[in-house]
């Protein structure tokens, strides 16, 4: 076994990490909806060039055994998947060739038909 | 599997099934609908779940027709056979389930109490002198026809279905029903959402790669060019008229690969799903392919009349569209996986996918409202349709061949 990958340093980050670490999926696209293209791409930028070591740091623990304290960050680094295409490919927060994503209601199982 | 000959990508269609355009009118007409609720939707067969969420003698899911108002029950009995009734109460007719999925003992009715037995049967009504002259061997719950295939439960509601579920699905065969009925498969995740438009419009967006490099311009254009899908059509199938067969480009620097893209693919793989040929062949994929290629993504199936069923290496995906009239529709997709996630880089490494399908997605259901108004208000009054949307036109001969109580040429 190797020797526990240690927490990086991310003091710079930590405004990112409260402001995008939410946590969910649904969450995270509302804060990409609600925020200017200028915040969106300071926090994709600020997060880039740490995510390997965090990923990695993350990585190492069980998925039940990941310490409560970095909550924040794991839904800040899946935050990073949700401003993806915004930074790469539309320079904008909103994909205007699909519909609003927001009428894609999750599901809760294959025969989740939303009349519980 | 995987050879170097197979390298020339597949021919994208052909123009068997003519090249006349195709009227609009059955994506509006009232009447055309009435005669698709009555042929269609009384008679095919229906995907209603997933036997393996059904295991214990008493699960239950209750599955809505909307537009026919038809709701109806599927629960497992003590002897682990599956049966499927109207959820009707034989008393005065009062709903007996009324949750989405459930465990019961019996089917209770909550208007007077009456209750069934798992296979349907009257087991008791209170005070049952009360009636003049119950007999309940009358009173059994109405049966619905009930299959699996694939590890999918099916209904049909006519009182004699014209074909058995495994003759509706012939094109697909006894691999795929073993590939997919593999009980590792698990859901894991999907969404729906309702659209002011007709139903087919979604089930259209889906058989066709002629859209690809235009509608995913902004997501998945390149990397799944449109000049790389094969349509192809079944013409003496019933239940499966077409399908298409998605490859990746040759040139394998097409497409934007994002940083995310990259470092995600460490911790799995994403939105392009895809295992290698032998761990697939391991599990079970021998033999459902359409084709052994090695730039092979995915093959999508028509499920007449509103299933999309995409199978890839590691991936299933289920698109669904049911009317709630011939102006909307419910639509919904699901994901079935055969891995959970066990680590914090898999998450991550899913997360990126169900993203990046999501986007997609939502770009394939964007144009299906406008195309309804156009249809709707006479702007457009008849299509044009091109070998690589050959699939649209098998659908739509099927669709007609049904509505007509035609019989399908070759058909058992
Ligand atoms: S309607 Fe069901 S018990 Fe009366
Ligand atoms: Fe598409």
Known sequence: MSTAIPRPELSALEAHIAAWGLPTTEHRLSKRLSSSMDEVRAFYDAMLPKLPEVIDYLNQFPLDGIPKNDNPLVWATLAMCEVDNAVNKWNRVVLDTGIDIRRMIPKTSFSDRGYE | ?412
């Open chain 2, 1 to 412: 599997m995987g050879k170097a000959e197979n390298l020339a990508l597949p021919e994208i269609g052909s123009h068997a099934l003519g090249t006349g355009k195709l009227p609009v009118d059955h994506y509006v007409s009232p009447q055309f609908f009435e005669l698709e609720k009555k042929h269609i939707f009384r008679k095919s067969w229906l995907l209603v779940g997933r036997a393996s969420d059904l295991k214990e003698p008493g699960d239950y899911q209750n599955f809505l027709v909307d537009t026919l108002g038809v709701s109806v029950v599927v629960v497992r009995g003590r002897d682990q056979q599956l049966r499927a009734f109207y959820n009707a109460c034989t008393h005065r007719g009062s709903r007996l389930v009324n949750s989405s999925t459930g465990n019961t003992r019996a089917l209770v009715c909550s208007f007077h109490g009456w209750s069934f037995s798992l296979d349907g049967a009257l087991i008791n009504a209170p005070d049952a002198a009360l009636f003049a002259d119950l007999d309940p061997a009358q009173e059994h719950l109405k049966s619905i026809s009930v299959d699996v295939w694939g590890g999918f439960i099916f209904i049909n509601l006519a009182e004699q279905p014209e074909w058995t579920l495994q003759q509706y699905l012939m094109p697909l065969g006894d691999a795929f029903d073993r590939y997919l009925g593999n009980k590792d498969w698990s859901w894991s995740f999907g969404w729906r959402a309702n659209f002011r438009a007709n139903w087919k419009l979604l089930v259209d967006a889906q058989i066709e790669g002629y859209h690809v490099d235009m509608t995913h311009r902004k997501t998945i254009a390149g990397t799944v060019p449109g000049s790389s899908t094969a349509a192809y059509f079944f013409p003496e199938s019933v239940g499966v008229p077409c399908g298409v067969s998605a490859y990746r480009p040759e040139d394998s620097s097409r497409g934007v690969q994002t940083p995310l893209n990259l470092l995600s693919a460490k911790y799995g793989a994403t939105s392009i799903y895809t295992k290698p040929e032998r761990t697939f062949a391991a599990e079970g994929g021998e033999g459902v392919l359409k084709e052994d290629h090695p730039l092979w993504i995915f093959d999508n199936y028509l499920l007449f009349p509103n299933i999309v069923l995409f199978v890839q290496k590691g991936q299933i995906i289920i698109q669904r569209t049911l009317p709630i009239s011939a102006d909307e529709c419910i639509w919904e997709v699901d994901f079935y996986h055969t891995e959970k996630p066990a680590s914090f880089g898999h998450i991550f490494n899913m997360e990126q996918g169900v993203i990046q399908i999501r986007d997609v997605l939502s770009e394939d259901l964007y144009t299906a409202e406008g195309i309804h108004a156009n249809f709707k208000c006479g702007a457009i009054t008849h299509v044009n349709l091109n070998k690589q949307e050959v699939p649209l036109r098998a659908y739509y001969n099927r669709l007609l061949s049904a509505v007509q109580g035609g019989k399908v040429k070759g058909a058992p």
